[in-house]
T-cell receptor, first 111, second 110 residues
Framework: NAGVTQTPKFRILKIGQSMTLQCTQDMNHNYMYWYRQDPGMGLKLIYYSVGAGITDKGEVPNGYNVSRSTTEDFPLRLELAAPSQTSVYFC??????????FGPGTRLTVL | GQQVMQIPQYQHVQEGEDFTTYCNSSTTLSNIQWYKQRPGGHPVFLIQLVKSGEVKKQKRLTFQFGEAKKNSSLHITATQTTDVGTYFCAGTPGTYKYIFGTGTRLKVLA
């Protein structure tokens, strides 16, 4: 089991560019989450999904989009990147009411 | 919306001293989870509390869930340098949408 994998590990974007952060889990979890963590801060929920085809907004969804076409994959799309989106992005998965397993994170810088 | 605050924000202790972090939610929670994040790492699950007044222990770590299910605490006895990191609580009023606390960063001085 690889657990939760995220790609890329690091990325530098220019203002206005777009990109997709990939997240895959092999634990057959229904629940998947995207969080962002600004330097020295806590985790903020961006979007979450309770199963394939079902997504919902978290605390800070503006500037992001997600899709969940399969149980395994939960990509996060950034459109028109802004410096305020510089952060570390964590994907997580879990079963209902159970622990969340986090990926290693993607460190994104927008210049 | 739901808010989860933690205090203190930072704590420096001498190795061997005890440490406690407190988590307070603006709404009643169905359960609360605790995570540890080492510097440069990702959050790692420690424990989940579900019942009102629940107390769970893991070696030197003691976790409590308040009677009203709106607050929780993590207590570490006799800290070690391996305890360094940031401790987060995460609560949900339901079963899947977790809101993370602001975290407590622990430094242990040898």
């Amino acid at each position: 089991n690889a657990g939760v994998t995220q790609t890329p590990k690091f990325r530098i974007l220019k203002i206005g560019q777009s990109m997709t952060l990939q997240c895959t889990q092999d634990m057959n979890h229904n629940y998947m989450y995207w969080y962002r963590q600004d330097p020295g801060m806590g985790l903020k929920l961006i979007y979450y999904s309770v199963g394939a085809g079902i997504t919902d907004k978290g605390e800070v969804p503006n500037g992001y989009n997600v899709s969940r076409s399969t149980t395994e994959d939960f990509p996060l799309r950034l459109e028109l990147a802004a410096p305020s989106q510089t952060s570390v992005y964590f994907c997580a998965s879990g079963a209902s009411g159970e622990e969340q397993f986090f990926g290693p994170g993607t460190r994104l810088t927008v210049l | 919306g739901q808010q989860v605050m933690q205090i203190p924000q930072y704590q420096h202790v001498q190795e061997g001293e005890d440490f406690t972090t407190y988590c307070n939610s603006s709404t009643t929670l169905s359960n609360i989870q605790w995570y540890k994040q080492r510097p440069g790492g990702h959050p790692v699950f420690l424990i989940q509390l579900v019942k009102s007044g629940e107390v769970k222990k893991q070696k030197r770590l003691t976790f409590q869930f308040g009677e009203a299910k709106k607050n929780s605490s993590l207590h570490i006895t006799a800290t070690q340098t391996t305890d360094v990191g940031t401790y987060f609580c995460a609560g949900t009023p339901g079963t899947y949408k977790y809101i993370f606390g602001t975290g407590t960063r622990l430094k242990v001085l040898a």
